[in-house]
């Protein structure tokens, strides 16, 4: 079965600080994996994604992500932290066969001025 | 994202009560999905539908029920609800020809007491 881990429930970092929200996958074959955001009141919104190419994908709001194989992981990475981004972050990964989207735990970033 | 309606925003019942939780879209999208998050569970497929016709179990479909009335328009119902059914409920769509992307509604969040 498909699955990904968020091993962090929270991540703390200082307004400018870089920041790394990490994410590891269990697939069989090749993933697509996903980073979505959650603010408060909100729905998920989508980030970015990874299918198939170069490892570090780019995505919505400065954030990016690096895909590595050998690590099975996928962690969503920014250079300078906003307090702005302070938010609900889920990683996902997307079955092949029925295209649904399995999601991790979650992992709250909060982004201190 | 506000092509994606959930009606009510929030529901407060009592054990026992049916309840209807109503998804509309404007996205054109042939593909809708219904999830549930809990606190430290992130999110988890309720049912999801390919198209009218195509209706489909999740992981967690258990006294749950769906109707995909249009292509537009998805319905979750709890015939008898219970207080383990207290969360809050997202629908999403995607298009099948990019189906790796789903967009959020903006939630349900239901209490039963």
């Known amino acids: 079965a498909q699955s990904v881990a968020q091993p962090e429930d929270q991540v703390n970092v200082a307004e400018g600080n870089p920041l790394t929200v990490k994410c590891t996958y269990s697939?069989?074959?090749?993933?697509?994996l996903f980073w979505y955001v959650q603010y408060p009141n909100r729905g998920l919104q989508f980030l970015l994604k990874y299918i198939t190419g170069d490892n570090l994908v780019k995505g919505s709001y400065g954030f990016e992500a690096e895909f590595n194989k050998s690590q099975t992981s996928f962690h969503l990475k920014k250079p300078s932290a906003l307090v702005s981004d302070s938010a609900l972050y889920f990683c996902?990964?997307?079955?092949?066969?029925?295209?649904?989207?399995?999601f991790g735990t979650g992992t709250r970033l909060q982004v201190f001025p | 994202d506000a092509d994606v309606t959930q009606t009510p925003r929030n529901r407060i019942t009592k054990t026992g009560k049916r309840i209807m939780l109503e998804c509309s879209q404007t996205k054109g999208h042939d593909r809708m999905y219904w999830y549930r998050q809990d606190p430290g569970l992130g999110l988890r497929l309720i049912y999801y539908s390919f198209d009218v016709k195509d209706i489909n179990k999740g992981e967690i479909s258990d006294g749950y029920s769906v109707s995909r009335q249009a292509q537009a328009k998805f319905s979750l119902s709890l015939e008898s609800a219970i207080p383990n059914q207290t969360a809050l409920y997202f629908c999403a769509t995607s298009d099948r020809n990019r189906a790796d992307t789903q967009y959020f509604g903006p939630g349900t969040r239901l209490t039963v007491l």
């Open positions: 697939v069989s074959g090749n993933p697509y």
């Open positions: 996902a990964v997307r079955e092949r066969n029925t295209d649904k989207l399995i």
